[in-house]
Structure formats: C-alpha cells, structure tokens
C-alpha cells in the first residue's frame, strides 16, 4: 500500500530532492456520506437528559464524520478531515475529546463536538496505526498500536499542553506536532522500555514523547485497557496476546493459543477477564489472573475481526470476515445468530438496546441487540452450542443445523455513497473512467473534478473502447482510488508536460492557436477559492504580473532552479477559463505539506487565504502566484517533410523540421501550401529548419515555434490554394492529428518522424 506525501530528502544529502506532491481528492456532491469502508465506530452518551447521542464513524475515505442519533433518523452534524490516509480507529476520551489514528502514521486530537477542528497531531509511530485504546475513568490515557511492532502509551494532558507557537504556523490544520518537524515543544522524559522489562530514563530533546511498549517482533492489530487505565493487552501477527503494565510500558505476561493473527481484544471492568478475536476463526476466554485461557468458542466460519461485550461481560457480540453477527452466552456457550450482511465485518459499537455495525461497505447498519436483556434473543430459539473446536473441526460440528438469523432487516442504516474501485486514465488525459461497487460507470473531467457523464451500468471494458481517441497527450498527473474517490496526484515537473490548445478546449475569447498548460489551468482553477481570499487579506488586488508572493523561500528557492519559464499570458493570471472551474458547492479536498507539520489535508474552501510555502510546495505557489514554470522536456517534436515518390510537386526546405508536439497536420498542409503557391523565401523558416511564427517573411521573430506560423490566411491567392495531403507510412493523416499523435500512433519508431505530401488531382 503506498503512502500518501512525501517526508522529502530532509538530511544534508547531495542527492537531488524529491519534491512534494500536491493531490486533490475529489469529492461527491453528497458530503455528508462516507465513500469508502467503515473502519471504527465510537458513541458519545448526551451528557443531558433530553439532548441526542453522538456516533462517530472513520472510514477509509480519510475522514470522519458525527452523526446526531435523534429519533427520526441520524443526521451528519460534522465531518473530521485531517488524515491524508485511512481512518483506522477512533475512541472518545473525557468530556467531548476524539482522538483518532491512520495508515499515515499520525494520531489526531479533535474537539468532538465541533465543526471537525483537530487541536494537534501526533506523530511518533513510523508505520501505519491500525488500533486504540483508551481508559474510561482515567481520561489522559490512550494507548496507539500498529505495524512494525509499534505500541505508545500517551498521556493526552502532557501530550496537548500549550506549546509555542512556531512560525505562524496554522491553528486549526494540526500544525502543532509532537515530536515532529522540529517545533519547540515542552520538555519531558521518555521512558523507553527494553525486551528484558527494565525501564530506562531518557529526555526527549524534541519535546513530549509518548511511553513505548516495546516487545512485539511484529505487527499490532488489536488493543484494549481496563477502565483505570492500569492495565493493557495487545495482539496481532504473533498470535499472542501480550499483557503490559501501561503506567511503564512493562510486559506482564504473554498468553499463547490462537493460532493467527489476532484481531480483536476486550477487557472486562476489574481487568480479570480478557476476550480475543482471531483469524483463525476462534474467540477465547482468559482469565489474567490465572494466566490461561479458560473458554474456546467455535462460532464463526473465518476470521473474527470484532468484538464487543455487554456492560456484565457475561455475553459476546462478535462479527468478521464471514459477513455474520453472532451473540454468544460466555458461560452456558449457547451462541446464535443475530444477523448477516453483504460485506465483512469491521467493528461493533453498542448503544442502547442496539448495536451499530460498520463493515468494508461504506454503509452503517443498526441491529436489535437487547444489550440490557441478551436472554430474550436466546428465548426465541434458533441457538447452537458453540464447540472448542478448531475452525476445521467446528465447520463439521455445524453441518446439517445451518443457523437461520434472528433479523432479516436491520432497524435503520446510515447511507454511504459507493466507493470507486475501478478506473481508467483516457488518453485525453483530461477524462477518467471509474466504476463503483454498485456497478455504476461515470466519466469524469479531472480539470474540473465534475462528472460529466453518468452511464449506469454498463460494461465498463465495452464503455472504455468506445470512448477511446487516438490521441497523444503527455501523462501529467496519476489517479488512485484508494480512498473510495478520485485521489489526483501532481508531481513537478511532471506535471507541467501537458499542452493543448485554447481552441481544443473550446475557451471563448483567447487566440486559438494560444497554448495552455494543463495543471498551470487547473491548480489556478483548483485554488481559486484560496487566491481570493488571499487578495482580501493583503488588501489589494495582484498586478497583472502576477507578483505577489512575498515569501522569500518560494521567490529564492524557484531562482536556484535554472531555466524557469515564465508564462507570456500574464494579462490573463486571475482568470479561470471554464474547462478549469471546480464546483464549490462539492469542493475537492487538498492532500499536500509544505516545510513544516507534515502532510495535510482540508477543502480548498476551507483555506483562509494565510497559507505560505509552510503549507504548500514551493513549485505549487511559483506557479499559481508568479506564473512561472518549472524546466520541462523537450516540447518540441523533430520531423522531415518530403515529397510522396509519385509527387511532381516540390518544395524548398532546409532539411530537419521543429515544431511543438501539439501542432495539428492542418498546419503543415499550410505550411506546404504556402511554398508552393507563394514561392515563399527560405526566410519564413528559423536557420535549424524550424517553423517561424507571425506573418510570412516576418523576419523580427527568431523563436522556433510553430503555431502561429499561419494566422495571415489566404486571401490574395485562395482561389489558387490546392488540395495537399499528408502522409505517414503511406498512410493519409487527418488534418486534425497533433504530431505527438502520428509519431504515437502511425511512426511508431524512435527516429525522426518522415512526413510526405503530395497534390490531390481534381480538387
């Protein structure tokens, strides 16, 4: 899986950095639903009487979002966007604080009941972190578990202290980073505790650090902590469950059984008792006091990846890879069966009487439970004994009495849309095929990030050929869906390889022949909304040359690069043409970092116009603010132009030929018409044989560049104008094919492109 942002060459290495990327993840035009799988599930209690309950989901769509639970129906109250990669857990710790945890490495503080402002990230682990957990009555505690064996115990009082201020960097985008980026924090000790359980003293120079658990070769997948916070279990690939003191990080024992990964861990209130979910298909009973398992349950067919227990701890709800509920009686083993879904089950949360149920499906769904009374499920028949057999052997114990669920429908489901699993770059490079999990196939224009077509169901492949063009457009900009939506990543220079014409893309009121740059249009288009804020804040509108970047670090930084181009359409800076204009009712999201804090992640419409290169990569701003280009390859395309060998026709040129890449046939017919029939001088081509712009015989222009060559028209000698054809391996071009396409599609050699043309007799 990769990751989302680059950290950047931070040593003092000689070797050439890896700039930062700039994404921009496109969004649905319903908001307030999550587009991707539901990783975790927490529930906020009212804290008065007649006020709603809150359930706070995290998805793999890298946000979370606040569901007001009132009678009628959960309504979304607050979406949570931070994380650049997938939410994987979230628990709520004192009053009103969730702390949250992603595949970036990071955990976040938010003010739960806010409009989604997170006060500080995180950052110690170096993989993703995949588990939480935290103390019920001791309100600082929460530990964070993850891959490459990772497990921190965090103090959230010493961890969200005030600290200074650095930089102006930005209040509410978590810019105040434990132990990262080098911010002036606070100092405090570190206790590090090493595999023979002795602990160390160390001082963090970096600021507040977190305990670490250390002891796991491998990775953690699970994490529960009694309600006083003195007690810690974990598990994962080992196939242990370790148990630790979590005031140290000591290792208190191991306990062995399962046989896979383990995935989902309880503690009861006192701390005695322990509950695991494994993918081995087992849920096991261990009693801590006395170091052993004491009960085995064979309930589940595959992998079990949630648990959740009554207040008592005297009943199980359990749900994973086998699509299935399940409620079991820990101390008769009568189990049954509650209900079953479409998608694997990825967590539980109990509220009330029922229990919410969050899988790989980006939908919520609420079941019955009778939390406060589980023996009135058992009542209704339908129970089997649950065996303490091994997954292979408990299959045999269940044959022939197939459990028939309790609830065929669940009692109300929160909507997600459906995630994007398959997509396709068109070879406009500006279109993208995808399709849904419901079968759904759409075409969207990234330049504008809107869907432009909504085709249904239809064969996704058989819609792929039939919207295919044979063209050739450099690829500027790479696409992933691993968030459930559109992810759109630029890279420079990269990026910038793109060129079409204003004509091509039907943009009223500029010259046709004028080029335009691809991701220079749609990163203006793309921060518009960022651009006019930051106007309004310095007060005056930019001048037409677009300098108004005072940041030093952008203006050095972008000098110290060589051959910087500077766009000649200055006058135009503040327009976005209308194949650039991103919706702001539906505003996409940016993904980027800057040179402090890490990577970030908020909706363009959500920038308050402060943001500088400490945010956002320093090519980004060179471009948007000082229209200027990084160095790009070349943009040009060699060719030779030769009579066909039946040809009585003949032009004079000077051998090789230059022009744009993008530069149509229809011009070089042009170009052939007017040696023929106006017996041009040699002077109308640049001493390398390239095509000279402006008027014929202009001989004041000296810059091999071909798209203008042929704005004077015709009207002395139209009358006179033959019909000429081009030709490529004896094939006859369209007028409308670009050279990158011939060479692309009909050259199909590395050497020089070998045009030919001749007269059409008759015409």
Not at 1 to 29: C, F, I, Q
Not at 30 to 49: E, F, R, Y
Not at 624 to 639: A, D, M
Request: aromatic share 8%; proline share 5%; hydrophobic share 35%.
């Amino acid at each position: 899986m990769h990751r989302v942002g680059s950290a950047g060459n931070t040593n003092n290495s000689t070797r050439p950095r890896k700039e930062k990327r700039l994404t921009y993840v496109l969004n649905d035009s319903d908001d307030t639903k999550h587009c991707a799988g539901i990783n975790c599930l927490s529930v906020l209690k009212s804290s008065v009487s007649d006020g709603s309950d809150c359930l706070f989901t995290g998805s793999r769509d890298g946000t979370l979002k606040r569901w007001a639970l009132s009678e009628d129906a959960p309504t979304c109250s607050a979406t949570f966007e931070s994380h650049v990669d997938w939410v994987n857990d979230a628990v709520l710790v004192g009053d009103n604080t969730l702390v949250s945890c992603s595949s970036d490495t990071t955990l976040k503080t938010w003010d739960a009941l806010s409009e989604g402002a997170c006060t500080r990230s995180l950052r110690q682990h170096t993989d993703y972190v995949i588990c939480l957990a935290a103390a019920e009555k001791n309100s600082n505690i929460v530990a964070s578990g993850g891959l490459g064996g990772e497990v921190f115990i965090w103090d959230l009082e010493s961890a969200l202290a005030p600290v200074s201020k650095c930089n102006d960097a930005m209040d509410d985008d978590c810019s105040d980073v434990i132990n990262g980026s080098g911010n002036p924090l606070p100092m405090t000790s570190l206790r590090t505790i090493s595999s023979s359980n002795s602990i160390v003293m160390q001082t963090s120079q970096s600021g507040y650090a977190p305990i670490a658990a250390k002891g796991h070769k491998e990775s953690v997948y699970a994490l529960a902590m009694n309600e006083g916070g003195t007690l810690l279990v974990s598990g994962g690939t080992e196939k242990v469950v370790r148990v630790w003191d979590p005031r140290s990080g000591s290792k208190t024992m191991k306990l062995r059984g399962h046989t896979d990964n383990i995935r989902a861990l309880l503690l009861d209130s006192t701390g005695r008792f322990c509950l695991s979910g494994s993918s081995d298909s087992m849920i096991r009973l261990w009693d801590l006091g006395q170091q052993r398992c004491v009960h085995s349950y064979a309930v589940h067919t595959d992998s079990v990846w949630a648990l959740a227990s009554t207040p008592t701890f005297s009943h199980v709800y359990s749900g994973g890879r086998d699509f299935s509920l399940y409620l079991t009686d820990l101390q008769t083993r009568e189990s049954l069966l509650l209900c079953t879904g479409e998608h694997p089950i990825l967590q539980l949360a109990l509220h009330d009487d029922s229990i919410w149920v969050a899988s790989t499906d980006s939908c919520v769904h609420r079941w019955p439970a009778e939390v406060c009374n589980p023996q009135k499920i058992f009542q209704r028949g339908n129970s089997f004994l649950a065996g303490n057999l091994s997954f292979s052997r408990a299959r045999v114990s269940l044959e022939g009495s197939t459990p028939v669920p309790v609830y065929k429908e669940p009692a109300f489901t929160i909507c997600g849309t459906p995630a994007i699993v398959q997509h396709e770059v068109l070879n406009n490079k500006r279109h993208v095929l995808t399709k849904d999990t419901a079968g759904s196939v759409k075409l969207w224009e990234i330049t504008r990030g809107a869907v432009i077509e909504d085709y249904g169901k239809v064969s996704f492949e058989e819609k792929k050929e039939e919207l295919f063009e044979m063209v050739s457009i450099p690829s500027w900009f790479t696409v992933d869906t691993r968030l459930g939506s559109l992810s759109v990543h630029l890279e420079t220079p990269q990026c910038f390889s793109a060129e079409m014409y204003s004509a091509d893309l039907n943009i009223v009121g500029k010259p046709e022949d004028d080029k335009v740059n691809l991701a220079r249009e749609t990163l203006k288009g793309l921060l518009a909304p960022w651009l006019v804020k930051r106007k309004q804040r310095m007060g005056f509108q930019a001048p037409a040359n677009g300098e108004v970047l005072s940041g030093k670090d952008v203006t050095s930084r972008s000098h110290a690069h060589s051959r910087i181009e500077v766009d000649g359409s200055s006058e135009n800076d503040a327009v976005v043409y209308p194949p650039f204009e991103f919706s702001v009712v539906s505003p996409p999201s940016i993904i980027t970092e800057g040179t402090q804090g890490g990577p970030w992640r908020k909706k363009v419409t959500d920038l308050d116009g402060t943001e500088d290169e400490k945010e956002f990569p320093w090519w980004c701003l060179d471009c948007v603010l000082n229209n200027r280009l990084p160095p790009r390859e070349n943009t040009k395309c060699s060719f030779y132009l030769h009579p066909c060998e039946v040809s009585t026709v003949q032009i004079l040129t000077q051998g090789k030929l230059s022009a744009p890449r993008i530069l149509r046939i229809h011009k070089v017919i042009n170009y052939v018409i007017e040696k023929m029939v106006l017996d041009k001088p040699l002077d109308s081509l640049n001493a390398d044989g390239s095509f000279a712009p402006g008027i014929a015989g202009s001989q004041s222009q000296t810059q091999a560049v071909g798209d203008g060559s042929f704005r004077s028209g015709f009207k002395p000698w139209q009358k006179l104008r033959p019909s000429i054809e081009i030709l490529c391996n004896n094939q006859v071009l369209s007028p409308d094919m670009s050279l990158a396409t011939v060479r692309a599609y009909i050259w199909k050699k590395s050497e020089d492109l070998v045009l030919n043309y001749r007269v059409v007799q008759g015409r």
